[in-house]
């Protein structure tokens, strides 16, 4: 907002004086070095670690910029030196590469936010997440997540079992010696209707069309149908 502020003020400035293109090189300039600091790769940090980038004194930007660029001042307010302050004045490059050093004195590093996105820093890679809105939201999407897998595991796991029921139905009539090779293949028919249909209507409640409920209700008037074949 500071450096908002400064541009707008500079360009109202910048209108008054006669000679307007003069004017307009002087306020390019000015705002070039007050933000020269966001043209490149200053504010730049480690990718993996987190950690800020070391500010280098020999980089071609202190090289080819004039001292007033780089200047800046520290001093402590108070006695104890509890505070520090530090001002720059024609550029925000200073300040910047002055708090990535002091960040790295100490031991912060940047870390973006799994669930905002936003940058914040933190005293270790461990933290994911910038504030306590965000580790709210982050837990209440643990539950919803956990709570949606105990869901499937449930449909999931009464599909499997009746899956087995038929099985356990098809195999006790292969055993049974001089039973209708027919009405084997009946049942195995109706085995592989049901597979096909279960999975369809599995797939519409995992993508929302269907409730887990319809589902479920299915498959239990389904364990009607292999009794009855088996009772022929
Ligand atoms: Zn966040």
């Known amino acids: 907002m500071y450096v908002a502020f400064r541009i707008w003020n500079n360009y109202l400035l910048a209108r008054e004086p006669r000679d307007r293109n003069a004017a307009c090189d002087r306020f390019m300039d000015k705002m070039s070095s007050l933000t020269g600091v966001f043209h ?3 504010m ?3 990718r993996e670690t987190g ?3 070391h ?3 020999g980089s071609l930007y202190f090289k080819g910029a004039p ?3 780089t200047r800046l001042d520290l001093w402590f307010p108070d006695n104890r030196r509890t505070e520090e302050c530090v001002s720059a004045y024609a550029s925000l490059y200073p300040l910047i590469t002055y708090y990535l050093n002091r960040l790295n004195d100490w031991g912060l590093c940047f870390r973006r936010c799994k669930v905002c ?3 914040f820093l933190a005293k270790s890679q461990r933290y994911e997440l910038c504030s306590d809105k965000c580790r709210k939201a982050q837990a209440l999407q643990n539950k919803r997540e956990f709570d949606e897998r105990a869901r499937e595991n449930n449909y999931d796991l009464l599909y499997k079992n009746e899956c087995q029921n038929w099985r356990n139905k098809i195999n006790r009539v292969k055993n049974t010696a001089g039973f209708p090779a027919d009405r084997l293949e009946k049942k195995q028919a109706a085995f592989a209707d049901f597979k096909k249909e ?3 209507r599995k797939k519409a ?3 929302g069309t269907a409730s887990p409920k319809e589902f479920t209700d299915w498959l239990y008037q389904q364990s009607n149908v292999i009794v009855k074949l088996t009772e022929y």
């Open 117 to 119: 996105g936003k940058y």
């Open 40 to 42: 490149n790769e200053a």
């Open 198 to 200: 279960a999975l369809q």
């Open 44 to 46: 730049s940090f480690d």
């Open 67 to 69: 001292s007033e660029d």
């Open 55 to 57: 500010f280098q004194a």
């Open 205 to 207: 409640v995992k993508t």
């Open 51 to 53: 950690k800020p980038k």
